[in-house]
């Protein structure tokens, strides 16, 4: 019922205000006797053709005008526009701040389904780039150089070269009229918002992310676990099918977890993995990648239950026995690993024990048998 | 007619079948050292870079195990030629004496006297036909070969020997191989390419292991009393051989160089990652 009301309201308030435009519609044509080049069949085709001159500029009542005319205020009708560009980063960034994005001249702009407005999906970022991708303009206002690293970004490419329109563009993280600072807590891209953001496409990855411990940390109000673009980055997003990006990803984790990266430098797992071979086991093929869960919890890929499940994945015949082996071993701790310490210390002596003295042995040799060739050779 | 110069009279000292388990050795250990090493330094730049010029881990791999299928063949065939002619053949001489590879009292011996006439304390030791260096690079390698064959086939069949051992223990085998790999490297690399080949009575290349042969010389200043020894039997004229073909003793010189050139490339790779590792 309440629906029902809602629509009939609407549309009587856009009739009426067919009746409150109406009027003006017949003074167009006198503007365009001075203004013809204005009022072509580009304004004609343009999102605002069909309104008339003094729509917008509002402040001129009668012929002949003064030579100064008001600046229009677009907000006039876009209200809750303008309001929102008022709170965003580009409040102060020109005279005209509608125009930067909408198109330069204020005769032409299209509407956004349009795919020639520069507010068009698969025209957005060129748009944003005439100012992000400008190293006058970011070096000016000591922004990063963002507009090539989206360029060669899985989204650029979804972009520039499927034309997807469902390609995440600047507009589509950082909203359009409402751009704030990544540490405003009312951004798209604060930390803390930033799994909601890419979940209003990746809605699975968000899900999955939620039920796992970086998720959950978030959501608890530690802003220091990861979100979406820590691993991901934010603009240079890769395909994680590809190989240079999967050989990275350790290092990714690692940036955290140092320790587990020490302990995983030991392994057979990582020193594949640093040959750049992509089928060996790296973080995330064990621990999972969105969903991470600890150890303890039984749900988690490496939750003792699940091992030979997991290991298993790689390890055809994988047992009971065989998931025991420490992935994260360290040969210096002797309390968490007595045999694998004992090992390496016995394999330490062994190395600096015959090395030490063969290496003495081989120095002595050498010069002994230098001075008896010498004194052979004197005698003959 | 001119007259003969002064005859120089060759002996077998190593058989055919000794010298082709010593190509075998040569041959697998630099591909085992080329196709390793790349592994247990994986993080460094050379590293990387040989394994690409391989063709990246799975070749490297490949090439690894079957290096390593090829020795443990060689090996068993050793052992198993050892433990025939000891045992069915009853030549107990393999066992213990002179000929044999077992260490006795004479090496330690002989060991301390040389190192006293390193140090100008005594006079140099006389050897038989095997000195302790020669034992001791035969057990290094055989050691050697036990301890990484046995840990490396653990990891090549860790789910089934993880039936017999626990899976933890797959940790210490990786640990034990690649520690086991640096001192048979460097050990193989430095000290018995110096014992054998480049000390300056042996330098530039010992080619007895490539011809099978030595001059009574030779013979005389590096085992004075297995040559005294035969000499006294009156056995000499057994071990009579022909002089090396001249393409044989090349065919050693040039294959024992290039060998003891990429042995010292890998093994000044592997002494500078393995500082920096410290």
Redesign the interface.
């Known amino acids: 019922m309440k629906e029902i009301i809602h629509r009939c309201l609407i549309f009587l308030s856009a009739w009426a205000a067919l009746f409150l435009v109406a009027p003006c519609i017949h003074a167009a044509p006198d503007c365009l006797e001075c203004h013809a080049e204005k009022g072509g069949p580009q304004f004609k085709a343009s999102i605002h053709g069909s309104l008339a001159c003094i729509a917008c500029h509002t402040d001129i009542k009668a012929f002949p005008h003064p030579d100064q005319v008001a600046k229009v205020n677009c907000g006039a009708c876009h209200a809750a526009a303008i309001s929102k560009v008022g709170g965003s980063v580009h409040a102060h960034s020109s005279a005209q701040p509608c125009l930067s994005c909408h198109g330069g001249d204020a005769h032409q702009i299209l509407a956004a389904t349009d795919p020639k407005s520069s507010v068009y999906p698969l025209n957005i970022p060129r748009t944003c780039g005439n100012c992000h991708g400008d190293k006058k303009i970011t070096a000016e206002h000591n922004l990063p150089e963002v507009y090539s690293q989206y360029m060669d970004s899985i989204h650029g490419f979804a972009l520039s070269k499927d034309g997807l329109l469902v390609a995440a563009t600047c507009s589509a993280c950082h909203g359009s009229h409402d751009i704030r600072k990544h540490t405003d807590p009312a951004s798209k891209v604060y930390r803390a918002n930033v799994p909601d953001t890419c979940g209003s496409c990746h809605s699975g990855i968000e899900a999955a992310y939620q039920s796992g411990i970086h998720g959950m940390l978030v959501k608890n109000g530690d802003t220091s676990a990861p979100v979406c673009s820590d691993c991901h980055t934010a603009h240079q997003i890769s395909n994680v099918q590809s190989a240079t990006w999967q050989v990275k990803t350790t290092a990714t984790c690692g940036s955290c977890h140092a320790e587990e990266m020490t302990t995983y ?4 797992h ?8 992509q089928q ?1 086991a790296r973080c995330w093929d064990c621990h999972g990648e969105h969903e991470i869960l600890p150890a303890s919890n039984p749900q988690s890929k490496v939750a003792d239950a699940n091992l030979i499940a997991t290991c298993g994945r790689c ?5 009971a ?6 992935p994260h ?1 360290d ?1 210096h701790d002797g309390k968490r ?1 007595p ?2 310490h004992v ?2 210390i016995f ?2 002596l ?2 600096g024990g ?2 030490g003295f ?2 003495l ?2 120095v ?7 001075a ?2 010498g004194a052979e050779r004197r005698n003959v | 007619m001119t007259t003969a110069a002064p005859e120089v009279r060759y002996y077998h000292r190593f058989t055919l079948a000794q010298r082709y388990l010593h190509g075998i050795v040569i041959i697998t250990f630099l591909g085992l050292a080329f196709t390793g090493l790349p592994l247990r330094f994986s993080s460094t730049a050379w590293a990387q870079g040989l394994a690409g010029a391989i063709g990246g881990f799975a070749p490297i791999l490949f090439f690894h195990k079957l290096n390593a299928v090829i020795l443990s063949v060689a090996f068993v065939a050793h052992v198993a030629n050892i433990g025939y002619r000891a045992v069915v053949k009853k030549q107990y001489g393999l066992v213990w004496g002179p000929d044999s590879m077992v260490p006795s009292l004479k090496d330690i011996t002989n060991l301390f006297q040389n190192l006293r006439y390193f140090l100008w304390l005594g006079k140099k030791p006389q050897f038989d036909r095997y000195s302790y260096w020669d034992r001791f690079d035969y057990w290094a390698v055989f050691w050697g070969m036990a301890i990484i064959g046995i840990s490396g086939y653990a990891m090549w069949f860790a789910p089934f020997f993880a039936r017999f051992i626990p899976g933890s223990w797959m940790n210490i085998a990786l640990l034990i191989h690649g520690e086991e790999a640096l001192l048979a490297v460097s050990f193989i690399f430095l000290i018995h390419y110096f014992n054998t080949h480049l000390r300056p009575q042996n330098f530039p290349m010992d080619l007895t292991i490539f011809t099978g042969r030595e001059t009574e010389k030779e013979w005389n200043e590096k085992h004075p009393e297995e040559y005294a020894r035969i000499k006294g039997q009156g056995k000499l004229e057994e071990l009579r051989a022909e002089p090396p073909e001249r393409w044989l003793k090349n065919f050693g010189r040039v294959v024992g160089t290039l060998a003891v050139l990429a042995g010292f490339v890998m093994l000044y790779f592997t002494i500078v990652s393995f500082i920096k590792e410290l």
């Open positions: 430098r030991d392994t057979f990582s020193q594949v993995s640093a040959l750049q071979y060996v390890h055809a015949g994988a047992n026995s065989f998931v025991t082996y420490q071993a040969p690993f045999l694998l090992a390496s394999m330490n062994l190395l015959v090395m063969f290496v042995h081989t002595l040799w050498f010069f002994r048998s230098r008896e060739l």
